[in-house]
């Protein structure tokens, strides 16, 4: 069963912020919310996680509602290079389990 | 971040055939892990990859067809037994890194062409 549901793909104009969506309204107290992105025929890229504070990298900001029901990947100033599949994922610690990979949203940014 | 690397990279193989895919990491890790991501799916995981000890299999996922070793803190290997055109795949190894709890990385993966 889907934990996360995603758009299957968004379309984002160079230098705009990327701002991706993610649904997990059946997340438990103890799941992170984690987001990676694979660009074709690369391994999947970390990207940033979190439990229920927002976060910030150098990468990208990951916002959780307080509900913890549905979080916003941020990628701040969208570049060619981040036309990617990224993926949502919950898990209670992706070290004791691994990650259950979704579809994901293919995100294309237009130059 | 932990350096993972793959081997072999690519390969072509024979019906019938098996293949090892070696996972190095440059550091010690706690955790590893070993994902299929078969033409245009996404990922899924075949199996822990447990230091001294027989692997932990996801459902449909065997040890007669995947076994897996994982000697030591740094290393794990994953083999395709008899492999059919069905086992074309990317083959990734996972880690979770030592000291930084519920971060975990990708190798870039090994891609296997079964013909």
């Known amino acids: 069963d889907a934990k996360t549901t995603q758009p299957t793909s968004m379309d984002c104009a160079e230098g705009r912020a990327a701002n991706l969506p993610c649904n997990h309204s059946t997340i438990s107290g103890n799941e992170y919310v984690y987001w990676y992105r694979q660009i074709h025929s690369q391994g999947p890229q970390y990207i940033i996680h979190?439990?229920?504070n927002n976060e910030t990298n150098e990468m990208a900001s990951l916002i959780i509602t307080e509900d913890r029901k549905s979080s916003t990947l941020i990628l701040p100033h969208a570049t060619l290079r981040d036309t990617a599949v990224y993926y949502c994922?919950?898990?209670?610690?992706?070290?004791?389990?691994?990650?259950?990979f979704g579809k994901g949203t293919h995100l294309i940014i237009q130059p | 971040s932990a350096v993972i690397s793959q081997k072999p990279s690519r390969d072509i193989c024979q019906r019938g055939t098996s293949l090892t895919i070696q996972c190095q990491v440059d550091s010690q890790v706690t955790m590893m892990f070993w994902y299929r991501q078969q033409p245009g799916q996404s990922l899924t995981l075949i199996a822990t990859a447990n230091q001294g000890s027989e692997a932990t299999y996801e459902s449909g996922f065997v040890i007669d067809k995947f076994p897996i070793s994982r000697p030591n803190l740094t290393f794990s290997t994953l083999t395709v037994s008899n492999m059919s055109p069905e086992d074309s795949s990317i083959y990734l190894c996972s880690v979770e890194e030592w000291g930084r709890r519920n971060t975990i990385y990708f190798g870039e993966g090994s891609w296997l062409t079964v013909v």
């Open positions: 994922i919950v898990s209670p610690g992706g070290g004791a389990d691994g990650l259950t």
């Open positions: 979190g439990l229920k």
